[in-house]
């Protein structure tokens, strides 16, 4: 049954509402009416944007709730396959002990056993970390249909069972290892087959398809959308369920959401997790496509298509038997930003403990050199264009943000969106010293630990800059910004043109992986002992 809109609820933080349009009926352009923007998002952004812009931070926002789904099901998944694999080879072990040393066939079958397979194999935990090695190694707690496939399943338990037995061979000679095992191979790998039925079984007669499905958003020629909708993998509701499809005709027909120049609205409205490319799409519409997808963090896949969108990594997957080419991005993969996160709570919590006295000790000097706060807090604009407050040791005057405006002119940058005064006037003595060896960066630590920032991103902007960014320049509100970054490491002082610092961000967040931001924090490192921080 194709879907309508009315199983579309819209996004309340979108600025656009893509309900139904009378004019869809007759065959019509459909343009989704106009909703008021939420007061939050006004309250919050407290910039001047344009309904396209705005609806793109509306799908950025929406990012971090898709992720973290789409870890949940990835978790799930794995710790349901673990804990049946575990059990199904503790059920077969003990169903080997009872026959073998407990004799319930008879002792003619518990002889042959014992040669076949004697004491000492399948031996407790160490095989079960080997079966579970064996199973990690070759993909089957992967997504999709690997998990069940009978060849890799095989090839892990041929794997598992080869690691312990390997000593054995110098003991016991290769003819009596190797018949012991090809049993166990075949004994593990035949209880594993049962086991991953056993699982698809429950759960389809447990929890109904449509409850588990994740909601996709079909883009693509009207024909082939609607081809796609009718197969078996959207037509089952198991793995994903269609709550309609983008015509990329310019003149959208019924039965269509609507029209490409639509599809961010339509994207934040429909509240999928997953878009899915149907046929072809030209190749400025496959790139809006990705970028909006990618931005609110939803799964991308296309049945099938060639991949040309520089930062989109493409992997096969199989589903009821049918290929779909996963397209993700690295920076939006939900498991690595569960790891860079681990690593950022980590790195403030340690930070904050081990320079606690550092802390104290700026904070007195801080408090002795000049009148006012010890810290220093401004606006910036985070992950998804929200605002947050920044928390930095005071290095200027009291005041000193009133005078800005009159020292645009004098900026080394000669561009609004970058800012830097040779020798300003407002700065302490003791914060041209905490600027150089960028000691009053510290307090960030408590942004990173609150979740508005991370250790390593791009440089978070003031609003006033923002407002003068063109629509690529958004492309760095995908990921939180960052204590430091590619920027700071590169050499912040020299890079004076903001297109650079633009493609410098950009090509961290395609390239993204926590070796990088290892590397960039070892870096930092390295830039502050020779205190050649903002001066």
């Known amino acids: 049954m194709e879907p309508t809109r009315s199983d579309i609820q819209p996004d309340p933080t979108i600025g656009a509402n893509p309900v139904a349009n009378p004019g869809a009926a007759r065959g019509g352009r459909q343009k989704p009416r106009r909703a008021p923007v ?94 579970l090695l064996g199973l990690f190694i070759l993909g089957n707690y992967g997504d999709g249909d690997r998990r069940r496939d009978p060849g890799r399943l095989f090839a892990a338990c041929a794997l598992a069972t080869a690691l312990p037995l390997w000593m054995m061979i110098w003991t016991r000679g290769l003819p009596p290892v190797l018949l012991e095992y090809a049993l166990t191979v075949v004994l593990v790998w035949l209880g594993l087959l049962v086991e991953r039925s056993g699982i698809d079984w429950v759960i389809a007669h447990v929890r109904p398809a449509a409850g588990r499905a994740a909601e996709a958003l079909l883009v693509g020629p009207a024909q082939e959308c609607r081809r796609t909708m009718e197969t078996h993998l959207f037509a089952t509701r198991k793995n994903y369920r269609a709550v309609g499809y983008v015509d990329a005709d310019p003149f959208p027909g019924p039965g269509a959401l609507g029209g490409m120049k639509e599809f961010p609205t339509l994207l934040g409205a429909s509240g999928a997790e997953v878009v899915v490319v149907c046929g072809q799409l030209s190749d400025s519409d496959f790139a809006a496509v990705a970028n909006g997808a990618l931005a609110a963090g939803c799964q991308l896949v296309a049945v099938p298509r060639a991949v040309e969108v520089a930062g989109v990594q493409p992997s096969v997957v199989w589903r009821e038997g049918q290929p779909l080419v996963m397209l993700t991005a690295l920076t939006l993969r939900s498991q690595q930003l569960a790891v860079k996160r681990a690593m950022d709570l980590a790195g403030a919590v340690a930070g904050l403990l081990l320079l606690s006295p550092v802390y104290a000790l700026v904070a007195i000097l801080v408090k002795l050199d000049s009148l006012g706060p010890v810290f220093f807090t401004q606006d910036r604009v985070g ?25 645009l002119s004098q900026s080394v940058y000669h561009d609004q969106r970058l800012f830097k005064v040779p020798r300003d006037p407002r700065m302490t003595r003791l914060g041209r010293w905490l600027r150089r060896t960028s000691l009053d960066e510290l307090p960030q630590l408590v942004n990173v630990l609150r979740g508005e920032m991370s250790l390593v991103g791009p440089r978070p902007p003031l609003p006033s800059e923002v407002e003068l960014y063109e629509a690529h320049h958004y492309g760095r509100f995908d990921v939180k910004p960052g204590i430091t970054g590619p920027w700071q490491v590169a050499g912040r002082n020299q890079i004076t043109d903001f297109e650079r610092v633009v493609a410098l961000e950009a090509h961290y967040i395609r390239e993204w992986s926590l070796l990088r931001d290892l590397g960039i924090l070892l870096r930092t490192v390295w830039v502050v002992l020779q205190m050649r921080g903002a001066h």
């Open 383 to 407: 992950q998804g264009g929200r605002l947050f407050r920044i928390i930095k040791f005071r290095t200027m005057v009291d005041g000193a943000e009133g005078r800005r405006d009159e020292l």
């Open 38 to 131: 939420d007061p939050r998002v006004q309250e919050q952004m407290h910039l001047r944007l344009e309904e396209p812009v705005r609806v793109r931070l509306g799908l950025q926002r929406r990012a971090p709730s898709n992720l973290r789904r789409h870890l949940a099901r990835h978790l799930t998944r794995i710790a349901v396959l673990v804990v049946a694999d575990l059990a199904a080879f503790w059920v077969m072990r003990g169903l080997i002990r009872a026959v073998r040393d407990q004799a319930v066939l008879g002792e003619w079958t518990a002889s042959h056993l014992r040669s076949l397979v004697p004491l000492g194999n399948l031996s407790g935990w160490q095989f079960a970390v080997a079966l």
